[in-house]
């Protein structure tokens, strides 16, 4: 163990309170403001663009498709759009046109950021206490499996801002791969067929569902060609109809019947008052890197940097890799514990971004980390749960040669959403709204607890985990991402880290991972992650350490490098995806 002792083993846990004291006052008088298309902000320089583009996601057949469109002459937002249809419809477990999620933008003409917020917003009949009993406690199941649980999506207003105000193509022709892939099909992943098979007895329940994925009620070989024709007509019809003629019309009066048939609340008013935002996008500095990750409604951005800055304060490259991981470990709990308290969507409540993503309130948070011991979470005051990782959400990345980038991760929440479709749609449903926190300290679906801040109200956005990131560095740019539940913001972190310390794309993607997310108070690992040695240190330290079952997260990655010209993209080996460079 480090002979190195950091400024908190000669403080006390009343140092810790008194900083949250602290915290809860700042927090009135740094209100993150709300930023709107006016606010995109510009990175400081306007790059030279690469020699070659580049796209990784999480399945070969969307990586193809986003490169189609590049070869057609669009630029990577149209490319973004076209990756987002094909992933619809090849990665149904991950994303899907009745999702939401973030597309974080860089321009490579003048260097303009933004991040487009098209996460689900409530419906409006949605309240505060719409999944707990008379008793006041959570209905089992009600969030994630009744119709109950989707919120109005954001995907379609999401793509069809990108393509407007950012694109070159029009949407039929961004639309026209993913089209091809639904009507003519495509071969049955191993990864697909697993998920199908975990979903099978609900599946052959659900006409709706058996007719796309099953044969005769049984999930079919891999390989076997999947034809999604109903899915491929609602695809048509937002080509002919614009990507907007999701809200409003003939299918948005079709998806509201839909929704409210299985019991859910969906208006027509609710789509067609839905708006995708541009949003600043969060900026940070991490030992003379740049970071630009997602802003609420997304904890992600906010997570990632609150980390980042705790370890500036630490001396990461100076002690044994133990101490390295606990600290590590330390400043997830801090964050994990932040985003638990203070976060939600900020059209709604006052949230302190700033504060948190500020060097000064890292100094406090690292100064309150003993190098030599855990902090329990439970002497952090806050709200008062293991972490799952699934097939669910997906991620991915495009860099063009005009230098534009996008980074991507867009979610139905867990696998397949709640597995319910709507009627003659070929659409599954999201079970988005088990993000909100239905009741304060109870944790979600992925252990994650929540309070005021993001309880449920009319038309606003659950609190989300997805950390779309660009990082800089020196001559590299790193554009980044990956699905993984409340397991995101950790795995970006690590990312991160591993990409200042100069890794390869390969070698970030290919990287073991550890996690903490301050409730359940448990590091979780994958295999090689933790030797015994290290594994046995942290429980010295007090530390609770379990292995994590399966490995998680689908990290799709591209680094740039400009001094040497190479551009790589990797899709993170526990996937199937796949990073095509041209
Ligand atoms: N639905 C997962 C997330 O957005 O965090």
Redesign the pocket.
């Known amino acids: 163990m480090s002979r190195w002792r950091t400024s908190a083993e000669r403080a006390s846990s009343i140092v810790v309170r008194m900083m949250s004291l602290a915290a809860l006052l700042a927090a009135q008088l740094l209100a993150l403001p709300v930023a709107r298309a006016a606010d995109v902000a510009a990175a400081p320089t306007a790059a030279a663009a690469p020699a070659h583009a580049a796209i990784a996601s999480a399945h070969p057949l969307a990586s193809a498709a986003g490169m189609e469109i590049l070869h057609a002459g669009g630029n990577a937002f149209d490319a973004a759009v076209a990756v987002s249809a094909a992933l619809a419809v090849v990665e149904p477990t991950g994303s899907g046109l009745t999702g939401g999620g973030f597309y974080l933008l860089h321009r490579g003409s003048d260097g303009m950021e933004s991040a487009v917020d098209a996460r689900e917003y409530a419906p409006a009949a949605a309240t505060r206490d719409m999944f707990l009993d008379a008793k006041g406690e959570p209905v089992p199941g009600l969030s994630m499996e009744s119709a109950l649980a989707a919120g109005i999506p954001g995907e379609p207003a999401g793509m069809a801002l990108l393509a407007k105000r950012y694109g070159r193509l029009s949407v039929a022709q961004s639309l026209a791969p993913a089209i091809k892939l639904a009507r003519e099909g495509f071969p049955l992943s191993a990864r697909l067929h697993d998920a199908l098979q975990r979903s099978q007895k609900q599946f052959a329940a659900d006409p709706e569902v058996a007719r796309n994925f099953l044969r005769n009620g049984a999930v079919p070989a891999v390989g076997t060609i999947i034809r999604q024709p109903e899915l491929a007509a609602t695809l048509e019809h937002l080509a002919r109809n614009g990507l907007e003629s999701f809200y409003h019309g003939e299918l948005a009066e079709r998806l509201v019947a839909g929704v409210r048939e299985q019991g859910g609340i969906w208006s027509v008013a609710d789509l067609a008052e839905y708006r995708a935002l541009e949003r600043a996008p969060l900026v940070g500095h991490y030992r003379g890197a740049r970071v630009v990750s997602a802003p609420p409604p ?1 904890s992600g951005g906010v997570a990632l940097i609150e980390a980042l800055n705790v370890l500036e304060q630490l001396p990461l490259a100076n002690i044994d890799a133990v101490t390295r991981k606990h600290f590590i470990i330390e400043a997830m709990r801090r964050a994990h514990r932040d985003r638990a308290v203070y976060l939600g969507d900020p059209d709604f409540v006052s949230v302190p971004g700033a504060m948190l993503t500020s060097s000064d309130y890292a100094a406090g948070l690292a100064a309150s980390i003993r190098s030599d011991r855990a902090t329990p979470s439970n002497s952090l005051p806050g709200v008062g749960a293991g972490a799952s990782a699934g097939p669910q ?1 997906t991620h991915f990345s495009v860099l063009d040669r005009e230098g534009n980038r996008v980074a991507a991760t867009i ?1 139905l ?1 867990f696998g397949f959403g709640s597995g319910r479709m709507i009627k003659g749609t070929g659409l599954f449903l999201n079970n ?1 709204m088990d ?1 909100f926190s239905i009741k304060a300290g109870v944790p979600n679906g992925y252990g994650l607890v929540g309070a005021e801040a993001n309880a449920i109200a009319p038309h606003k956005r659950m609190l ?3 950390t779309p990131a660009f990082v800089e560095k020196g001559d590299r740019t790193m554009i980044t991402g990956s699905p993984g ?1 409340s397991l ?1 913001i950790g795995l970006v972190l690590l990312a991160t880290l591993d990409f200042v310390d100069g890794h390869s794309a390969a070698q970030i993607a290919a990287a073991p991972r550890f996690h903490h997310q301050y409730l359940p108070d448990v590091v979780r690992y994958e295999p090689d992650a933790l030797s015994s040695d290290e594994i046995a240190a942290l429980k010295a330290r007090g530390d609770t350490v379990e292995p994590g079952g399966r490995r998680w997260g689908n990290l799709q990655t591209i680094v740039w490098d400009r001094a040497s010209g190479t551009v790589e993209a990797a899709a993170d080996p526990r996937g199937e995806g796949e990073g095509l460079v041209d």
């Open positions: 997304s959400t979610t929440n988005e993000d989300s985990s997805v539940g995101i």
